[in-house]
């Protein structure tokens, strides 16, 4: 067998230990030695963030977080950790709360310590994202690698059910799209397959026992996993077309992902069979798009994006927009009729067989 590949891994610490995110936190900050620490946390979020830090000094609490972090949200956050003098960004809730801290980090330099609430799996990125003018755009930068996370499985206890499973799903996307996009290798392949494995079993065990640490630890522990495959392989099809469906039509993050994920994944496989067969064992199935289906109806996901706002009208617009985006090395080629195609049959809850 030969090798030949270019791999990059991301420098970051990993605190993981459930009922321990206060300890940790604390930990984290006595080591780093900070004095003015901002905690990016959403209202809802309030109590569970006081816990969390209740052991260190706090000088700024933010509050104002918005899905797909839109750039006027982003300058506010920025100006109040310039004038409040911050040495530390301390984000505690799920992937819009992450964004947010990114986007300060991105323009001040400044650290980030992220304590997740659900399975995004932005925390161990180097993505950001700001939406202005109905429009997203992404990029790859380190100054928004947060340089800690803390995983604490009792923090996504209180996760309703529904946005467990699609938040989860969302980390399976990013396994998925790690095995074919344009940074893809071993590495990452081997990270995307323990992802969607863990996750393929944690998952159902929060569904059947949401207060258990066992499968929110699974579930976790795989999230991570499939942001870290990601962040190495890049931003592919998948990623591409949800992107643009989030940005320009301000569609849940994670709900998105779960609808959008099986219809990507049918129009990929036929092309892309190590690919497949690697996401078929990982999910116990001998056919890649079948187990995934049988995952998502075992879990009571979301299957049609107009059930989460999506216009018909907009269908052919989005494909436009994702078909200019999805990169060259997509193991098939893609123009916007079959993007189109591909968009309306998750529009409309069709079974992905059917627009292949």
Partial sequence: MSLEFDHITLAQRVRFGTGKAAENLAAEVERRGSRAVMVIAEIGEADLADRVTARIDVALHHSEVVMHVPAATAEKARAAAQDSGIDLLVSIGGGSTTGLAKAVALTSGL????????????????????????????????????????????????????????????????????????????????LATEGMRTLATGLPQVITDPTAADGRERALYGAYLSAVAFASAGSAMHHKICHVL??????PHAQTHAIVLPHVLAHNAAAAPEAAGRIAGALGARDAVAGLLRLRDRLGAPKA?????????????????????IPPSNPRPVDVDGVHALLTAAWAGTPPEAAR
């Fill in 305 to 325: 994006l107009r059930d989460i706002g999506l216009s018909e009208s907009d269908l052919r617009g989005a494909a436009e927009l994702a078909a200019a985006a």
């Fill in 246 to 251: 989030g940005g320009t039509y301000d569609l």
């Fill in 111 to 190: 650290p980030i310590v992220a304590v997740p609430t659900t399975y995004a799996g932005s925390e161990a990125t180097n993505v950001w994202g700001l939406t202005e003018g109905a429009r997203k755009t992404t990029g790859v930068d380190d100054r928004v690698l947060p340089e800690t996370v803390i995983y604490d499985a009792e923090l996504t206890y209180s996760l309703p059910a529904d946005l467990s499973v699609a938040s989860g799903l969302n980390g399976l996307a990013h396994c998925v799209d790690s095995l074919w996009a344009p940074r893809a290798d071993p590495i990452n392949a081997a």
